[in-house]
């Protein structure tokens, strides 16, 4: 559900969730949403867009994050699932998990990008939300680090395919160790690569 949303009336809600998710353009693994209600009365400071942090920071903003949020969940949808109802469904997907996973029912959730999933709540899109609304940067680390976490799982599994470095995105590397050791059940069947790939084996 999205709504007009004025800046000037955050004040009023109370309890608001900042959600965003990762994993959209790689060929393998789930797509990752997290949600995050911040407590005021325990701020952290220097929150900013996951991609922008080192691994350290981001590793040591996950503790804090974990610690002080009021709550926070994780959501995933599967590379079945991207198959079936497409990358943005998918997304959509994951972060109405998240949501409905917070422990605490939030007021208002705040979405990373321009568009917002179906849930029961008030929902506002915002661009760029991960790098100027705090909730929503936290929600991007949290994600972030449970998806490399996905990916170091998948790498100790299959080592020839070099996910611990490419984190599963289409990079020549990736590209060529994909071609040389074939598809495996965590790659997303519908992407261009993976499906040209299949197709010329058949």
């Known amino acids: 559900m999205q709504i007009d949303f004025d800046f000037n009336r955050e004040q009023y809600?109370?309890?608001i969730a900042g959600v965003d998710e990762v994993g959209r353009g790689p060929l393998v693994g789930s797509v990752v949403a997290a949600a995050v209600i911040l407590d005021p009365d325990n701020p952290i400071t220097g929150l900013r867009d996951s991609k922008k942090l080192s691994e350290k920071k981001r590793a040591a903003f996950e503790i804090e994050i974990k610690e002080k949020s009021l709550a926070w969940a994780i959501g995933t949808a599967s590379p079945e699932e991207i198959d079936e109802i497409n990358i943005l469904?998918?997304?959509?997907?994951a972060m109405k998990r998240a949501i409905e996973g917070l422990s605490i029912e939030p007021?208002?959730?705040?979405i990373d990008g321009n568009k917002v999933p179906q849930v029961a709540i008030p929902c506002k899109a915002i661009i760029k939300?991960?790098?100027?609304?705090?909730?929503?940067?936290?929600?991007?680390?949290?994600?972030?680090?449970?998806?490399?976490?996905?990916?170091?799982?998948?790498?100790?599994?299959f080592p020839q395919y070099g996910f611990e470095k490419h984190k599963g995105y289409p990079t020549p590397a990736h590209l060529a160790l994909l071609?040389?050791?074939?598809?495996i059940a965590a790659y997303r069947k519908s992407?261009?690569?993976?499906?040209?790939l299949l197709e010329s084996q058949t």
């Open 129 to 157: 939300g991960d790098d100027l609304i705090p909730a929503i940067s936290a929600a991007s680390i949290l994600a972030k680090e449970h998806r490399d976490r996905e990916m170091l799982t998948l790498a100790a599994q």
């Open 179 to 183: 071609a040389e050791h074939g598809v």
């Open 107 to 110: 007021e208002l959730a705040l």
């Open 13 to 15: 809600v109370q309890i």
């Open 89 to 93: 469904q998918a997304s959509f997907l």
């Open 191 to 196: 992407f261009k690569p993976v499906k040209k």
